[in-house]
């Protein structure tokens, strides 16, 4: 974020640091000698930056007249925001199963699960892998954000932020985001800016965040238009070399490929 003073306006700018967009949902609050001349809350989309590393274009939230411009001025602003274009839909595909061959996992919760696939999670799939479980592409794309510094899993509302989880997001070529949650601690093996390729280990399952048990949760999703949900999408998985099909709770699956 950035205030840029111009005369006796300060303009709110927001760049994006990630090479996917993202949507966020703002307020300003707390204004000292500050008046807003447009909005004081909204939604944005934030374009990619072209790399992890570099900064995307910047888009102007609102703009705040300077009271007294001999005097200090203030504002508080605060922010929730979502990875993902949410234009973005899901284009046919059978995604493997995110675990090596020879391995059989059952589906803990499927689509619509009662504990935590509403809403923002509506499509996820919670694979039943103990921890230290290879994690692997479920389809190729670039990490576009990872974390494997979390400790720890309970239920309480505050492992549902991403800073108390350990994940891998990969951004598809349809522009949807494959999302593995619920890594071991350290158990995340790429960086954001990587290509990754169908099958590629890319982290060890644990169980971190808001869990209940050690699984893999898995899903594709982008943001919602509001910033503050996410959209799911139904998967389906290639179950066996001739077979595809959506996962269904209590089933067991062996990977084969």
Known sequence: LEMRRDGTRVIEVAYNHFAAPLVIAWQLSDLQNLEPTEAASGVAVLPA?????????????????????????????????RFGDPQARPTPYAYRLPYPAGKTFAVLQGFHGAFSHRGSNEYAVDFDCPVATRVLAARPGTVIASNAAAQGAGTTPDFLEYSRTNFVLVLHDDGTLGEYMHLAPSGVEVAPGQRVERGQEIGLSGNTGFSSTPHLHFQVMTAADDGIAARSFPIRFAVAPNRVEAPVQGRAYPAWE
Do not use: F
């Open 49 to 81: 930056a072209e790399s992890p590393t570099a900064q995307g274009p910047g888009v102007v939230l609102t703009t705040l007249a300077i009271l007294d411009p001999t005097q200090p001025y203030h504002r508080s602003i605060q922010l929730h925001e």
